[in-house]
């Protein structure tokens, strides 16, 4: 059962605590009846907690409000230890892992199967999924932000539908961190790197004919530079390597990450960020890039200009027949 004491630690620590139901659904229960919906908006009292909390019902699980209610308190979920794993070490990679750090000593969680990254901040918003499966369906990293419930420690038993417990492994609720909207934005376009799900590319226009040739400018242009030739002289930063998948950093910022290539065996750039002319959650081609930051997205431009620095193949002009 959960000790009241951790209750009221909760609820002198500024959070709205809401017990988990106890049928592995880890959905909200209000013990004296009702909905949980008027707990977005103000907080149980210490008199109601002991009450939900009587040993007599048995809880065996803590949960918690998110949003303002709580603090602006907003959670990264991590649904498997492997997306959690991951996330760390593309955090040292970046060179924002001593934000990550800073976060999990304030409040460091593991879930039965995962983790949370716990923190509160000025500019928070609802539940938003980060980072995908394969599937582009479910997610393997979210946050539950303002009208948002999740669970903590030191919940276990029939709260979670593995029997797993959660675990507090640095920190308390008493010491959660608060980070800037700019440190939110890092976070959340290094999850968004990690993401398994592999998206469409842009839509090109098959650009040739106007510049007489035969192989187009773009797609001999794709085959053959490097997207070093096209970021690098628009300022991106190529940050680090993990196998295939290359981080890359956009212009005006010092650490995290803004884009990847070469994820999932394509040759093409992921872009996270909302900072730059590129449209995050888009797969772009070198051609297309190369177009947005050079010609603002004029593709007959842009092929001509190729077409002069020697990409593409002529067409062959056919010999007519002596008469």
Excluded at 15 to 40: E, N
Excluded at 205 to 230: C, L
Excluded at 309 to 318: I, S
Aim: charged share 20%; aromatic share 8%.
């Amino acid at each position: 059962m959960i000790d009241i004491s951790i209750v009221r630690l909760a609820h002198q620590a500024g959070l709205c605590v809401i017990p988990p139901a106890q049928d592995g659904t880890k959905r909200p229960f209000v013990p004296s009846g009702g909905g949980w919906k008027h707990y977005q908006q103000q907080r149980p009292s210490p008199a109601l907690l002991k009450q939900w909390y009587d040993p007599s019902n048995g809880l065996t699980g803590l949960g918690l409000v998110c949003g303002r209610v709580s603090g602006n308190l907003e959670v990264m979920d991590f649904d498997t230890r492997e997306a959690w794993d991951e996330f760390r070490q593309v955090a040292e990679d970046c060179g924002i892992a001593p934000l990550v750090n800073r976060i999990w000593a304030g409040y460091g969680e593991e879930s039965p199967r995962g983790a949370h990254l716990i923190y509160r901040c000025s500019e928070i918003a609802g539940n938003t999924r980060l980072a995908l499966r394969p599937d582009g369906e479910k997610a393997i990293i979210e946050t539950r932000g303002e009208g948002g419930y999740i669970i903590i420690a030191p919940s276990n038993g029939r709260v979670h539908p593995s029997g797993g417990e959660y675990r507090c492994v640095s920190g308390s609720i008493a010491t959660i961190v608060e980070i800037s909207p700019i440190e939110r934005k890092d976070l959340f376009e290094l999850a968004k790197s990690i993401s398994q799900h592999v998206p469409q590319p842009a839509h090109e226009p098959h650009v040739g004919a106007i510049t007489g040739m035969g192989g187009t400018p773009g797609d001999d242009f794709n085959r053959r530079a490097s997207w070093a030739d096209v970021l690098g002289p628009h300022g991106w930063t190529r940050v680090c390597q993990r196998g295939e998948v290359v981080y890359w950093r956009r212009p005006d910022k010092h650490q995290g990450i803004s884009a990847t290539t070469g994820y999932a065996g394509t040759d093409y750039l992921y872009v996270f960020t909302s900072s730059t002319a590129l449209e995050p959650g888009r797969a772009y081609s070198k051609f297309g890039v190369f177009t947005l930051l050079t010609h603002n997205g004029d593709f007959k431009i842009s092929a001509s200009t190729l077409s002069r620095l020697g990409y593409g193949e002529k067409k062959q002009t056919q010999k007519q027949p002596e008469a």
